[in-house]
């Protein structure tokens, strides 16, 4: 009887959560609404999925990168993926892919009239082939089991398209723009900027500062940029080093030089007007008080930590940064 009674409370709790995304997905914003659907990096941390970032206006959704456990976050924030367009892939880091199948799959059954794109540098090709092959089967299965009138099978193929540096979409008002970021050994790696109704925001990928983003991020409402607390790393690198961990420990000390630190991200508000910095794919990701608090130590004066299901509001006509 107890567990039938917990059964009954679960389906109530989800039949509530259901509502309140239904409600979500149906309102119509005008402006950018920037949804953090993966805060973290490859170090895992508890309530953060990896990285993904959702903009939206009243005709698009589209994502930057698709890390693991971001089509979940996606899904219990609301966001309504029956109007993605594409998936703007800034590198092929695992963290940065994993989910673009979850999310095809996701957007397909929601009723996306259109196949999926997968925007990227090149090389993005090799990535859907090998997912649309990986996915034969289950495709397959929805169809048969739901019927082609539901799930039209042309709809849950993805589709790829390469992309150089400049204005990569302009259409009903939106305008995306890809420019290259540091990220060695990665070539190219891209950094995007989507810009509609007055507002703008710029999403870094994985990067150091550079002279091309400082560039791209002067005038832009908000910027979210990767983040890498180095003290943090480097003692978690020392400890596991002293432990005999010498492959975690070695992986911590290599990914030291290719993303921005804390203290690197002054460059970026000292030589560029931005109207908020928003930190994301941390490294590592704060798992307690103390490394909140030591990201706060070094980061610049006024910047955002997000979390996961975080929601920066950017309305049209204003110069109003909401936060929830």
């Keep these: 009887m107890a567990l039938r009674i917990v059964g009954i409370i679960g389906s109530l709790i989800f039949c509530s959560i259901s509502s309140a995304q239904l409600a979500s997905a149906g309102t119509i914003y005008d402006g950018l609404k920037i949804t953090l659907c993966g805060t973290s990096s490859p170090l ?28 979940a976050t996606a899904t219990l924030a609301g966001v309504p993926t029956e109007k993605l367009r594409g998936i703007l892939l800034t590198h092929f880091h695992s963290d940065h892919i994993s989910d673009i199948g979850d999310f095809n ?17 090149d090389g993005v090709d090799r990535i ?12 397959g299965y929805r169809v048969f089991h739901h019927g082609a009138e539901f799930l039209n099978p042309e709809l849950g193929i ?57 560039e791209i991020s002067d005038g832009a409402d908000v910027v979210l940029h990767d983040a890498m607390e180095l003290q943090l790393v480097q003692t978690a690198e020392n400890v596991l080093r002293n432990a005999g961990v010498t492959r975690t ?31 994301y794919h941390l490294v590592p990701a704060p798992r307690n ?36």
């Design 44 to 71: 895992p941390a508890p309530g953060r999925a990896q990285a993904c970032i959702a903009v939206e206006t009243p005709k698009h959704l589209y994502l930057v990168d698709a890390g693991s456990g971001s089509a």
């Design 158 to 214: 993805l589709q790829s398209r390469s992309i150089s540096e400049g204005v990569i979409v302009d259409e009903d008002g939106l305008r995306i723009t890809a420019f290259e970021v540091s990220h060695p050994p990665i070539e190219p790696a891209f950094g995007y900027r989507l810009d509609y109704g007055g507002r703008s925001v710029v999403i870094s990928g994985d990067s150091l500062v550079t002279d091309k983003i400082v």
């Design 249 to 279: 420990a070695t992986v911590l000390h290599d990914i030291q030089d290719y993303h921005a630190t804390t203290e690197d991200l002054q460059r970026l508000v000292d030589e560029a007007e931005i109207g908020l910095l928003a930190l």
């Design 128 to 139: 859907v082939e090998g997912l649309n092959i990986t996915y034969e089967l289950d495709r």
């Design 289 to 324: 008080a103390m490394a909140v608090a030591a990201f706060n130590r070094s980061i610049p004066e006024g910047a955002l930590i997000t979390e996961d299901a975080m929601v920066i509001s950017l309305p049209s006509g204003s110069e109003d940064i909401l936060i929830d």
């Design 105 to 121: 799959l996701n957007s397909w059954v929601a009723g996306r009239p259109q196949p999926l794109q997968v925007i990227g540098p």
